[in-house]
């Protein structure tokens, strides 16, 4: 079995405190010799980090100590090497940028749809209720290439801010039918969803966990190609193996946009 842990992880609640976290869980990642990245904002932490288990566990155990992190859930992977180069912790001013304040899912969550009953409907064509059931992506078109849900809604965004005037270009396709937004980790189509809802759609949902906890959850049917990730493996299959990339050319950011 491979010897590195990869974790990513989320949680939006409020950080008044988010730059005395920054210097605090920068000390501690660099004592574990954690890689990779941790973003905080007034409204969570976003985190995405490798290194050998026991140093993982440590950190994300040292995390939980603190109450608003004690139900922190991360998704898991392993590889042969640590896909990040440094350990970067940042203070930004959303931990995923959409430019949409009155958007705060720690006030309030979107409802969440578990990747087996998304299967379901997926395989049976239909929701519990018999609504045609539309999975839209959240992500920016360079990671949709590289794989996605079968007849998947794709706007083509470039970036996550693109994706409030998406919406409201095309909201009225989505009417009537169950909605459930997706991404890599669960982050973006969180957000997404809640703009959904605030936006008039009755029927919507986010994947919980997004692709990476489908894959872990389910047998990945119903997703063609890999997934895009923001680390040096670059994409994993359903099977959370390093897959190679469908698309090559300019260089994607480290961070989704």
Not at 129 to 146: M, P
Not at 176 to 205: F, P
Request: one cysteine or more; charged letters at 30%.
């Amino acid at each position: 079995m491979p010897d590195i842990l990869n974790i990513s992880c989320y949680k939006f609640t409020p950080l008044p405190d988010a730059d005395i976290l920054c210097t605090t869980l920068a000390e501690r990642a660099s004592a574990l010799n954690l890689k990779g990245t941790v973003l905080l904002a007034e409204e969570g932490i976003n985190f995405f980090l490798a290194a050998p288990a026991a140093a993982i566990y440590t950190f994300v155990n040292a995390l939980r100590e603190d109450p608003r992190f004690a139900d922190l859930d991360p998704k898991e992977s392993w590889s042969d090497t640590v896909p990040f180069r440094k350990m970067l912790v940042k203070v930004k001013r959303e931990i995923i940028r959409m430019d949409h304040p009155t958007i705060r899912p720690a006030a309030s969550r979107a409802p969440s749809v578990a990747p087996a009953t998304l299967r379901r409907w997926l395989e049976q064509g239909h929701d519990d209720e018999g609504r045609e059931v539309i999975t839209l992506d959240t992500r920016n078109d360079y990671e949709v290439d590289e794989g996605a849900f079968r007849n998947t809604v794709d706007w083509r965004l470039t970036k996550f801010t693109e994706f409030p005037p998406a919406l409201r270009a095309h909201k009225a396709s989505l009417a009537d039918k169950t909605v459930v937004s997706y991404c890599t980790g669960g982050i973006r189509c969180e957000k997404a969803a809640i703009l959904m809802r605030n936006e008039g759609l009755e029927h919507v949902y986010q994947l919980e966990g997004g692709i990476l906890k489908y894959f872990e959850e389910t047998d990945g049917a119903f997703y063609d190609g890999g997934c895009f990730v923001f680390d040096e493996r670059r994409a994993v299959g359903a099977d959370l193996a390093i897959t190679p990339l469908q698309s090559e050319g300019k260089d994607k950011p480290h961070q989704p946009t």
